[in-house]
């Protein structure tokens, strides 16, 4: 039986990380930061790579298909030398599933609930070398992509409505009487 496991961290500048370096690491491909001009050589193992894929949002330029290109346009649309540029995530996939079932999954959850925001990713499917432990690590840019103009949009900080005790006011959908998610 499958046990649910996820790990969401950042890529954070200021302790020595990129994106680049990130991407190189779980795919097991050798990549170069254009920002720092540091090479990655992509020490993990290669035959535990199953299957590396990146999705994109609607209006997104299509050389971004590339993941290095991808993660260096993301390094290179933040400046400040402490930035956040991405988030790493890792999840546990059911053995149950087959290796197609696995990417669709994967695809699924990303399509659902990254790229549909605007958000870009680029995922990774790893077993260990018996064959057992699959899951998905999953890069995605800290910034949309705007679907009208195709270029990275301004970070911004969500203010949310709060009750007396400072906990968030629920939005109620009117038609649906549920809750609303991300308002």
């Known amino acids: 039986m499958a046990i649910y496991s996820m790990h969401v961290s950042n890529v954070s500048r200021s302790a020595g990380s990129s994106s680049v370096a990130s991407l190189s690491y779980i795919t097991s491909s050798r990549m170069r930061d254009e920002r720092t001009g540091e090479t990655f050589h992509g020490y993990g193992r290669r035959e535990r790579v199953l299957h590396v894929a990146t999705l994109l949002p609607e209006g997104a330029p299509r050389e971004w298909n590339d993941p290095e290109r991808l993660f260096n346009a993301v390094e290179a649309a933040e400046r400040r ?17 087959t290796g197609v079932q696995r990417i669709e999954a994967v695809e699924s959850f990303i399509r659902r609930q990254l790229t549909a925001c ?66």
């Open 81 to 97: 030398l402490d930035a956040r540029p991405a988030k790493k995530i890792m999840v546990a996939l059911p053995r149950e599933l």
């Open 118 to 183: 605007g958000y870009a990713a680029t995922y990774a499917i790893h077993e260990d070398k018996a064959g057992n432990n699959p899951h998905a690590h999953i890069i995605v840019a800290n910034r949309r992509i705007s679907p009208t103009t195709g270029r990275w949009a301004a970070k911004s900080r969500s203010e949310f409505a709060l009750d007396e005790h400072g906990q968030r006011i629920p939005v109620i959908d009117p038609e649906t009487g549920l809750q609303k998610v991300g308002a």
